[in-house]
């Protein structure tokens, strides 16, 4: 992570307010964004994810995280279908270098070059 943008805090496996609440593998700001980044690397059911993701909605209603509330990441090669509506964002990603690249821009296209040398006139 430090080696693809600014890694200002990284905490393993943080503990916040109540057991029952979400239990983020890692906390990190990252870019000066806060992200809570779990690391499945077993496979859950559809249910576990929900049940997960919905303990992060439990926790952000404690009001206990400042805002603003980080953003979840979920590092997994098995893809989850999450379309809840959520008060924060939810990524999923492969790996954390796959998440950053779909942070960055894509590159612009070459600007084609304009005459500027007013009208042109072939004459015979």
Do not use: C, W
């Not at 609440?21 to 806060?34: H, K, Q, V, W």
């Not at 992200?35 to 077993?42: D, H, L, P, R």
């Not at 249910?47 to 997960?52: E, R, S, T, W």
């Not at 206990?64 to 997994?76: Q, R």
């Amino acid at each position: 992570m430090r080696k693809l943008g600014r890694l200002e805090t990284f905490l393993v496996e943080p503990k916040y307010g109540r057991k029952g609440l979400s239990e983020p593998d890692i906390f990190a700001m990252y870019r000066n964004t806060p992200f809570f980044i779990e690391v499945q690397k077993t496979v859950y059911s559809e249910k576990q994810m929900n049940d997960k993701l919905q303990r992060y909605v439990d926790f952000y209603n404690t009001g206990i995280m400042a805002t603003p509330f980080p953003h979840v990441l979920v590092l997994s090669a098995q893809r989850y279908a999450i379309d809840g509506d959520y008060p924060f964002k939810v990524f999923q990603a492969e790996t954390f270098t796959q998440f950053n690249r779909s942070l960055t821009p894509l590159p612009k296209p070459a600007s084609q070059q304009r005459s500027t040398g007013g009208i042109r006139a072939i004459i015979q």
